[in-house]
Each structure stands twice: as structure tokens, then as C-alpha cells.
């Protein structure tokens, strides 16, 4: 606003949500397994197995037997990352493709770091961790992605459409943006149970487990917050990608949706 009010709330929303995640990063992985009661696994492997990365030599021309290079924003732990890789090795044969997981939150890159150890990536030119705001790539250069992805990242950011709009600049043409996120659930009496145990058991694991309920909290609200499937279709249709179908698919029964855009 006039008075700068917008731009201190957004700097001490960016703040709240660094401090979330910092404080969450050790225990990330268990927190998500009680909350979503193991299915957010079901969902990573369903929104990897649907890109489909890599190039599988066997089908691909020789110009192009150069692998993907995939950007996974807000990758925090590698948990999408990781997948994509294993992905393109095992289903595709394409020991080329790579990824660079990018995250605004030091902590949560520094456990994705660690957890690689435990991955054939580790040493790999494959797998680049960078710390980096998703709505300001300028390390990136334009055109030169083929495939974007952020799961469980964009309901984060202050400024959703500059993120789309960087993702768009750094896409190549026909290069796909893949968004796996929260979002609303469509059945009303199946509405009111998530409701109930995101709001009441959601804070309270988060308490227990994480001896942390604030930032349990926030998740929750930050899900509520989130735009509903049409809303979000819009924001990445303005953006000017070109949306497949109907342009999203919903995850059990809309918990979590994954919406694509392809740029032109
Ligand atoms: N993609 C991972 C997954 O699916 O398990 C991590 C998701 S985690 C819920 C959200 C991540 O978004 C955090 O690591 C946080 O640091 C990151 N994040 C929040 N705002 C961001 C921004 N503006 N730019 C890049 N990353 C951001």
C-alpha cells in the first residue's frame, strides 16, 4: 500500500514461513507420514510416475538423447527429486536427465543434502541443490528447462503468480509446469471429516511430535488458504500456459491436486 503495510506483511510472512520450515526439517518426513497417514508417499510416486521424465533412448531421436533438465522448486527435502531421478534411470534408461532442487529454506535443503547420501545422486552431476527464491529465478536463464516442478512448495509463497510467471520465463517451449499441491475436497460430508482431523489432529500430532504446534497450525491454514482447483487452473492459465483438458486431477477425492501447464 501507500504506507508500505503490504510489503511489511509480506517480508514477515516470508519470515514466518522460513521459521516453519526450519523448525519442521528434522522432523518433516515423520509429520508427514502421521498427517497424511503415509499417503503423500501414493501421491509423489502418482505425480512422478505421471510426468514420465527422462528421455528413454529408445524411442527419442539422437538430438535428443541429452536427458530432461528438471527444475524442482521448493524441493526442500529431495523427495520429488529423487523419484524423477529414479524415474528416468530405471523406466526410461536415461542416465543424463538432471535436477536442480531449489528452496529458500537453508535447513530444509541441508536435510535433502543429507538424505541424497543415502541415493546414488549423491556425487552426481545429476543432483545441484541451490538455495533460491522461486519468484526470483535469475540464475535460471530463460527458455532453458523441460520440466518445472514444486509439490507441497507453492501454497508458501508470498507472491504465487510471480512464481508462475519465472517459471514460465525459464521453460522451454513445450516444456511442462507440474504443481502438486493441497487443495479442495469435492464430496461435502467427506469435506466435513478432513476438516475436522486437519484442524483438531493436524496441531496436535505437530504438539506431540514436533513438540510444535504453531507450526502445524500454519500448515493447516495455509492449506485452507490455498485456491480452489478452478481458481488455480485460471492463475496458471493467465500466466499464459496452455492447460491440457480440464487442466488439473484431483487425489483422493481432492485432498491434493496436481495441475499442469505446458509453455508455448
Ligand atoms: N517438495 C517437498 C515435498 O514435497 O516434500 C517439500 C515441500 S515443503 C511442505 C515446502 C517447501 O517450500 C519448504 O522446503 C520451504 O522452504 C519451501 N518454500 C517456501 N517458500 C518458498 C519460496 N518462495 N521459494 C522457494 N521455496 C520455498
Known amino acids: 500500500t501507500h504506507f508500505g503495510f503490504e510489503t ?8 514466518k514461513v522460513r521459521g516453519v520450515f526450519s523448525s519442521v526439517a528434522s522432523s518433516y518426513d515423520t509429520m508427514n507420514d502421521l498427517m497424511s497417514l503415509g499417503i503423500h508417499r501414493l501421491w509423489k510416486d502418482h505425480f512422478v510416475r505421471n510426468l514420465n521424465p527422462g528421455r528413454n533412448p529408445l524411442t527419442s531421436g539422437p538430438s535428443e538423447q541429452k536427458g530432461w533438465n ?8 529431495g523427495d520429488i ?14 542416465a543424463h536427465t538432471k535436477v536442480t532442487v531449489a ?3 537453508p535447513d530444509m535443503l541441508a536435510e535433502g543434502r543429507k538424505r541424497a547420501l543415502e541415493t ?7 543432483l545441484n541443490f541451490i538455495e533460491a527464491n522461486a519468484e ?4 535460471i536463464p530463460d527458455n532453458s528447462i523441460d520440466l518445472y ?20 520465463r525459464v521453460l522451454k517451449p513445450g516444456g511442462v509446469f507440474a504443481v502438486l499441491e493441497f487443495s479442495k475436497v469435492t464430496n461435502g460430508l467427506f469435506d466435513a471429516v478432513y476438516k475436522r482431523w486437519s484442524f483438531s489432529a493436524i496441531p496436535l500430532i505437530g504438539q506431540l511430535v514436533a513438540g510444535d ?3 502445524y497450525q500454519y500448515l493447516v491454514e495455509s492449506i485452507e488458504r490455498f485456491p480452489s482447483q478452478t481458481e488455480f487452473r485460471d492463475m496458471i492459465k493467465d500466466a499464459g500456459l496452455l492447460v491440457p483438458g480440464q487442466g488439473w486431477e484431483d487425489l483422493t477425492g481432492g485432498i491434493a491436486a496436481i495441475h499442469k501447464g505446458v509453455k508455448p
Open 8 to 15: 511489511v506483511a509480506e517480508a514477515l510472512k516470508e519470515q
Open 70 to 77: 528438471i527444475l524442482d522448486i521448493a524441493g526442500g527435502t
Open 81 to 94: 527429486a529423487f523419484r524423477m531421478l529414479d524415474h528416468a534411470s530405471t523406466i526410461n534408461n536415461d
Open 103 to 105: 528452496d529458500i529454506n
Open 120 to 126: 546414488p545422486y549423491a556425487r552426481s552431476p545429476r
Open 136 to 139: 526470483k529465478l535469475d540464475m
Open 149 to 168: 516442478t514444486v509439490a507441497f512448495g507453492i501454497r508458501n509463497f508470498t507472491h504465487k503468480e510471480e512464481a508462475i510467471r519465472e517459471a514460465y
Open 213 to 215: 504446534r504453531d507450526s
